[in-house]
T-cell receptor, first 116, second 115 residues
Framework: AQTVTQSQPEMSVQEAETVTLSCTYD???????LFWYKQPPSRQMILVIR??????QNATENRFSVNFQKAAKSFSLKISDSQLGDAAMYFC?????????????FGQGTILTVHP | ETGVTQTPRHLVMGMTNKKSLKCEQH?????MYWYKQSAKKPLELMFV???????ENNSVPSRFSPECPNSSHLFLHLHTLQPEDSALYLC??????????????FGQGTRLTVV
């Protein structure tokens, strides 16, 4: 069975600074997808960024980037130039390629606070 | 707005009540999911439907009964729940198949309180 672990229950960052959220996972599969989802107080889960395991290049989406270390099974999220709107719960998630893409294994989540 | 709508947003029910949660997606997706989000726990996948057929039930108690009449609608029928069933219930949808977008879209959830 796959597992996803987020070891930081809470993180905080000053506005305009950079913060990194950690995620590790365990799987015996070689082909899979990793995701970071954001859940603001509105409770809407929003996809922030995705990484395909067979791609060595780290994914980037504007101010969001990942550090994907496949051998170490590590998948961290870096948020640059943090904004107040980035405050939310962030979830790392995993799914095996070839299965239903909504069939996700989630980590416990990290609450991110952004200070003005 | 993600194209996945859940109603009601909040629900309080007694342990002897029967209620239903509704999810509707306007994205043309062919797969739908129910998740349970409890405090201090990771999201738990409950049910998976592909093309209206249930393909996964993660050992969910029978007091939770899903129904998927078509690819756009998903229900979760609730009866004789326990206080520990209080949680946020999230619905999601995705497009399966070759070339499908790998993103799952979520609704805003129903906050359920069992008293």
């Amino acid at each position: 069975a796959q597992t996803v672990t987020q070891s930081q229950p809470e993180m905080s960052v000053q506005e305009a600074e950079t913060v990194t959220l950690s995620c590790t996972y365990d799987t015996s599969e070689s082909d899979y997808y990793l995701f970071w989802y954001k859940q603001p107080p509105s409770r809407q889960m929003i996809l922030v960024i995705r990484q395909e395991a067979y791609k060595q290049q780290n994914a980037t989406e504007n101010r969001f980037s990942v550090n994907f270390q496949k051998a170490a099974k590590s998948f961290s999220l870096k948020i640059s130039d943090s904004q107040l709107g980035d405050a939310a719960m962030y979830f790392c998630a995993y799914t095996t390629r070839g299965t239903s893409y909504g069939k996700l294994t989630f980590g416990q989540g990290t609450i991110l606070t952004v200070h003005p | 707005e993600t194209g996945v709508t859940q109603t009601p947003r909040h629900l309080v029910m007694g342990m002897t009540n029967k209620k239903s949660l509704k999810c509707e997606q306007h994205l043309g997706h062919n797969a739908m999911y129910w998740y349970k989000q409890s405090a201090k726990k990771p999201l738990e996948l409950m049910f998976v439907y592909n093309f209206k057929e249930q393909t996964e039930n993660n050992s969910v108690p029978s007091r939770f009964s899903p129904e998927c009449p078509n690819s756009s609608h998903l229900f979760l029928h609730l009866h004789t729940l326990q206080p520990e069933d209080s949680a946020l219930y999230l619905c999601a949808s995705s497009q399966e198949g070759y070339g499908g977008n790998t993103e799952a879209f979520f609704g805003q959830g129903t906050r359920l309180t069992v008293v």
